[in-house]
Nanobody, 126 residues
Framework: QVQLVESGGGLVQAGGSLRLSCAAS????????MGWFRQAPGKEREFVAA????????NYADSVKGRFTISRDTRKNTVYLQMNSLAPEDTAVYYC???????????????????WGQGTQVTVSS
């Protein structure tokens, strides 16, 4: 089992920045692809960003490209999501996810992920 704990959410004004963290523990191994997803009230969960286990491959939703950056520190088993130029439409609960992958790929599909965190709320005021 892998446990994921998100942190770093909060309330920020439009145009501001936040950095989310996702700490993995348990049987976390280096070869876990990680991703961030979000779910706004009344909407389905959507993909935000993903990173391969080496960090060499990343993928982003079109809505966040150029504003968000995903990164990881393998020594700390932690993945980060740096969010800049935040807008009210970024308001959502943000979830971290993990899946073991034999190959070094960034995983976009939510149904491929095996482990999920509890989520952290991000609220952007206008």
């Amino acid at each position: 089992q892998v446990q994921l704990v998100e942190s770093g959410g909060g309330l920020v004004q439009a145009g501001g920045s936040l950095r989310l963290s996702c700490a993995a523990s348990g049987r976390a191994r280096i070869s876990y692809a990680m991703g961030w997803f979000r779910q706004a009230p009344g909407k389905e969960r959507e993909f935000v960003a993903a990173i391969s286990w080496s960090g060499g491959s990343t993928n982003y939703a079109d809505s966040v490209k150029g504003r968000f950056t995903i990164s990881r520190d393998t020594r700390k088993n932690t993945v980060y999501l740096q969010m800049n130029s935040l807008a009210p439409e970024d308001t959502a609960v943000y979830y971290c996810a993990a899946v073991w992958k034999r190959i070094d790929v960034a995983v976009v599909a939510s149904d491929e992920y095996d482990y999920w965190g509890q989520g952290t709320q991000v609220t952007v005021s206008s």
